[in-house]
């Protein structure tokens, strides 16, 4: 998806990379989350999520955006149920970012749904979703790309760089990202499913 036209927006002339609707809504946004969220305790999720909704964000229960991160547009954010994003995560959502439930990306993690056309004389913007499947760590300092497909109960080990799709159920460490073995779980006793199959510990 290109994210503007190149024969009107030429950022490397001075031009804007993105539409003045859009570049109001995100000056609104950073100037609201600024006042309101950034400097809030932990404690106070609700009211973060509050405020993501306000600005058009899709939040489940106890879904928690801490007050030190980041969200880009939070129009193009999904959250699960008692999903999180830690402090000082980056959510460069030029795209749709969807997180499953119970997900957390660590510190200072970087969602990045956006890049540049290498072949454009202008760089033009290109975005592509992002999709975190249920039950995922992304460790702190991880580093995930557009189009990026996570499998639900991944472990993206810390400062690994993620593109492409990483099976369910596996634990992934380094640059670029190598699936290092089978994430075996048990949770509650219940089944676990570990790369499409289900099996009882």
Request: glycine share 10%; charged share 20%.
């Amino acid at each position: 998806m290109r994210v503007h036209n190149s024969d009107v927006c030429r950022p490397l002339d001075g031009g804007p990379s993105f539409p003045l609707p859009q570049r109001f809504a995100r000056g609104l946004w950073n100037v609201v989350w600024l006042l309101l969220a950034a400097w809030t305790p932990r404690q106070m999720h609700a009211w973060r999520r509050l405020l993501l909704r306000a600005f058009g964000a899709q939040m489940g229960g106890r879904a928690d955006v801490r007050g030190a991160a980041r969200v880009w547009f939070p129009k193009h954010l999904t959250m699960g149920d008692r999903s999180m994003l830690a402090a000082g995560v980056i959510c460069y959502n030029l795209a749709p970012i969807e997180i499953g439930a119970r997900t957390i990306v660590s510190q200072r993690a970087h969602l990045c749904s956006g890049s540049h056309d290498a072949e454009s004389p202008n760089f033009d913007l290109r975005a592509t979703p992002i999709v975190i499947g249920r039950e995922v760590w992304i460790a702190a300092e991880a580093f995930v790309g557009p189009g990026t497909n996570v499998g639900d109960g991944v472990v993206l080990g810390a400062r690994a760089v993620a593109f492409g799709r990483l099976e369910p159920w596996t634990i992934y460490v380094g640059n670029p990202a190598r699936a290092l073995r089978a994430r075996k779980v048990q949770w509650r006793n219940e089944p676990v499913p570990i790369q499409g199959t289900t099996i009882r510990q």
